[in-house]
């Protein structure tokens, strides 16, 4: 079965600074999607990925699909407070729909 | 706004009764629709797949008759969780992916708390 391991598991980081999250997958990737989701509500599309050295930005949030599609990052510029929440990836299986979920990233915007 | 909705938001149940959760895709057809369940401070852990017409398919460990999956409608998938009891409590959420550029939506998820 996939497995996808996201790291760092937790992120703090002052309003204004830089991020990455990765997100690397033990199968080569069919489909990557990034969802955001504050604790105990749904899940929030962001990007999805499918070809390889795919980038993909909307506003400050920039995600990439590496060339041997096992690995995805999500770039945020200049963060701000309501980028702060839980950030997952999702690998699509090649038939279907359904996703595996990484680990999680659970992000903090200081002020 | 949302494309995916379910309902309810937040349910609360005694001990050896059973609650359905609704799941709708709100502007597109779908014929398959997953159901999944994240336990606090987990991601998310894939139940089963919801195919219209047909019946449901259950990941490896989940209950079928604990966990019963209706897709009567294009539109629509239900999950009944029957006789439920306190470690069912959990956050329920479904998917469901629209065709037209494969995206796929999730509804608001449901709290279900068995006392």
């Known amino acids: 079965s996939q497995e996808l391991e996201q790291s760092p598991q937790s992120l703090i980081v002052q309003e204004g600074k830089n991020l990455t999250i990765n997100c690397t997958s033990s199968?080569?990737?069919?489909?990557l999607y990034w969802y955001k989701q504050k604790y105990g509500e749904g899940l929030i599309f962001l990007m999805m990925?499918?070809?390889?050295?795919e980038e993909k930005s909307h506003e400050k949030i920039t995600a990439k699909l590496d060339e041997k599609k096992q690995q995805s990052s999500l770039h945020i510029t200049a963060s701000q407070p309501s980028h702060a929440g839980i950030y997952l990836c999702?690998?699509?299986?090649?038939?279907?729909?359904?996703?595996?979920f990484g680990t999680g990233t659970r992000l903090q915007v200081t002020l | 706004g949302a494309v995916v909705s379910q309902h309810p938001s937040w349910v609360i149940c005694k001990s050896g009764t059973s609650v359905k959760i609704e799941c709708r895709s709100l502007?597109?057809?779908?014929?398959?629709m997953f159901w999944y369940r994240q336990f606090p401070k987990q991601s998310l852990m894939l139940m089963a797949t919801?195919?219209?017409?047909?019946?449901?398919?259950?990941e490896q460990g989940v209950e079928k008759d604990k966990f019963l999956i209706n897709h009567a409608s294009l539109t629509l998938s239900t999950l009944t969780v029957t006789s439920a009891h306190p470690e069912d409590s959990s956050f329920y959420i479904c998917?469901?992916?629209?065709?037209?550029?494969?995206?796929?939506?999730f509804g608001e998820g449901s709290w279900l708390t068995v006392v």
């Open positions: 998917s469901a992916q629209r065709l037209s550029g494969n995206t796929i939506y």
């Open positions: 199968k080569t990737l069919y489909g």
């Open positions: 990925l499918q070809k390889g050295g």
């Open positions: 999702g690998a699509a299986n090649r038939t279907a729909s359904k996703l595996t």
């Open positions: 502007d597109f057809q779908a014929t398959t």
């Open positions: 919801s195919n219209e017409g047909s019946k449901a398919t259950y």
